[in-house]
């Protein structure tokens, strides 16, 4: 397939967003395709997947083209690798000289190159992988990283059965869809597509949500009436998860520092017809001091590295660091400290992160349970799940019960 100039002038500017300026990938993505509408939809597919690969390749690309961060065109020498990976011509642009004699011989051999080059990672990734696993296992984990995560919607039981909408899924629209074992909301689709119009979308149905991020609200096990702290809601689809098993009765704080994902909420929760969400932010001193020992369950979906959804975000292996990480462990042991005292007596805090490494998971919850504001509390249970276990985003549970 033919590679247009303007499409390949858009994938390297998305590529020096991401990779230089630390852009979001996804909202960057979004932003280059607002930005040319004209483009015809197999160009805006061949945009994506050029950018996807080439970010989550980049260190192989790098490798097998011998390029250089030097060169002032590295970013089109990453897309001239790209192409060639895929067996296409490169074209005659000059600031593709440099690869013209390039012949890729693939696959690369794991006998003589290093884990990290080969899957792609950087150096103090590949440590801690082999620190908090064993060697087998974080093989297996960051082969499992590198695959295209799946599609998977959570049927919004508030406006209808997850079997309905599988079969009308099918019927309507030809999309097939297989029910979770265990997750009786989740819906799995076979193939990747944008459903964020889809009519039944728009009329609440369901939302995008991975299926190991829909066990976190079911580990809360909320009841109709409770009162409910989502601690972190970002966008909140786990707040309205828990309206939903709710069955929109009682009350849920959502609490976020960002106003504009807040606002989000709201209109998400329109959307979901959820009437039960109360937003506020996190900065309400006042919150606290009201209700306190008050509420029923808090949810702390914590800010993490993101380490776990690397197939979703292949950005976020160059956009986190050590440094980083040590960062987010403090703010996780201030928010588990901050929100404790809310929990009454006889409730529960869930604690959650998108990372699969013990440092920000069950290494947090121990020094918790040890502190001060955790010596109430008592470790339910906790889990970690890895992707090459369970197909789907690493994730980390721990239920706490204050005693």
């Not at 230089?20 to 805006?44: I, T, V, Y």
């Not at 009162?227 to 689809?237: H, Q, T």
């Not at 462990?329 to 005292?341: C, F, G, H, V």
Request: some cysteine; hydrophobic content about 40%.
């Amino acid at each position: 397939m033919k590679i247009h100039r303007n499409i390949a002038i858009g994938i390297v500017e998305g590529l020096q967003q991401i990779l230089e300026k630390n852009e979001a990938l996804r909202p960057c993505l979004n932003k280059l395709l607002k930005q040319n509408r004209k483009w015809g939809s197999r160009d805006r597919r061949q945009l994506g997947e050029a950018v996807l690969d080439c970010v989550r390749w980049k260190r192989t690309y790098e490798y097998l083209g011998t390029l250089s961060l030097e060169s002032e065109n590295y970013y089109w020498e990453l897309l001239g690798v790209w192409l060639l990976t895929k067996g296409r011509t490169l074209p005659g642009w000059d600031e593709l000289s440099k690869l013209k004699d390039l012949k890729i011989s693939l696959p690369i051999n794991p006998k003589t190159t290093a884990r990290k080059i080969i899957e792609s990672i950087p150096d103090w990734l590949d440590d801690l992988g082999l620190k908090s696993f064993n060697e087998t296992i974080w093989i297996k984990e960051i082969q499992s990283l590198n695959k295209t995560a799946s599609l998977v919607l959570r049927c919004n039981t508030l406006k209808q059965d997850p079997l309905k909408l599988q079969k009308q899924l099918k019927k309507d629209f030809n999309i097939e869809a297989n029910q979770h074992n265990e997750i009786p909301e989740a819906l799995i689709i076979d193939k990747h597509q944008n459903l964020n119009q889809n009519p039944l979308f728009l009329k609440g149905f369901f939302e995008i949500q991975d299926a190991n991020s829909q066990r976190v609200a079911r580990w809360i096990d909320p009841k109709p009436g409770n009162l409910i702290l989502d601690s972190c809601a970002g966008g909140g689809g786990k707040s309205l998860h828990l309206a939903a098993l709710m069955k929109n009765k009682g009350k849920i704080f959502a609490l976020d520092p960002d106003p504009n994902k807040l606002e989000q909420l709201l209109k998400r929760a329109l959307r979901n017809g959820v009437s039960n969400i109360q937003i506020l932010t996190t900065g309400n001193k006042e919150f606290y001091l009201r209700h306190k020992g008050e509420i029923d369950a808090v949810l702390i979906d914590a800010p993490c590295s993101g380490l776990g959804v690397i197939r979703r975000n292949p950005a976020i292996k160059w956009h986190m660091n050590p440094k980083k990480i040590i960062e987010l462990e403090e703010l996780q042991k201030d928010i588990l400290n901050k929100n404790a005292p809310l929990v009454k007596k006889g409730g529960v805090m869930v604690y959650a992160t998108c990372s699969i490494f013990p440092n920000e998971n069950k290494l947090q919850i121990a020094d918790f349970i040890n502190s001060k504001e955790g010596e109430a509390f008592e470790l339910i249970k906790d889990q970690t799940f890895l992707a090459n276990e369970s197909g789907f985003d690493g994730f980390y549970i721990a239920k706490l019960k204050k005693t």
